[in-house]
């Protein structure tokens, strides 16, 4: 029983392990799939599992590594190592900012991308020509319709506005 028991909690860390290695993966190598992932709010059930298995696993790696790191010392009150505990618990806590950090990383990532992007466009609008700018128009329009990115759309729809603004009488 007490094996059976040792193998279960065992596993369980090997899957907490390989959710956060695969959130770090997505955040740090494929960073506008995890931003658009975690920009819908209405997320489905496994999307909110997922955030809870993350942050259970933050905790859980925080708190043991602490606790692992302050064994060496020799902190007890009254013969109990309570103080352990509460340190160890503490940066378990802390450790979440981490998680934080890592996804505005990604979302930074990413705007910098889209802002890039349409800085470049926007050097192309700096005309009053109209047959200019409905050209750009239709070829914005097509990149949209032809794109299966949210990206694309997020840097070519608010050129689409300003054209529309300018075409204007």
């Not at 596993?11 to 920009?39: D, T």
């Not at 109990?80 to 998680?99: C, D, E, N, R, V």
């Not at 700096?126 to 750009?136: F, I, Q």
Request: hydrophobic share 45%; with cysteine; net charge positive.
């Amino acid at each position: 029983m007490i094996y059976a028991l040792k193998i279960l909690y065992s596993l369980a860390i090997i899957c907490l392990l390989g959710s956060l290695i695969h959130f770090f993966y997505m955040a740090v190598i494929k960073s506008e799939q995890f931003f658009y992932l975690n920009s819908n709010q209405n997320g489905s059930f496994g999307k909110k599992i997922y955030k809870a298995i993350i942050v259970i696993g933050t905790i859980v790696f925080g708190y043991s590594g602490a606790y692992n790191l302050l064994i060496w010392f020799p902190i007890s009150i009254g013969g109990y190592s309570t103080l352990k505990y509460i340190i160890a618990a503490f940066f378990g806590l802390l450790s979440l900012s981490m998680l934080l950090v890592i996804e505005r990383y990604a979302e930074h990532r990413v705007l910098k991308n889209i802002y890039r992007e349409r800085a470049k466009e926007l050097e192309r609008l700096v005309t009053s020509d109209p047959k200019r700018l409905t050209l750009l128009q239709e070829e914005f329009q097509e990149k949209i319709n032809s794109a299966d990115e949210d990206t694309t759309s997020q840097i070519y729809y608010p050129l689409l506005q300003i054209i529309a603004q300018k075409l204007k009488p």
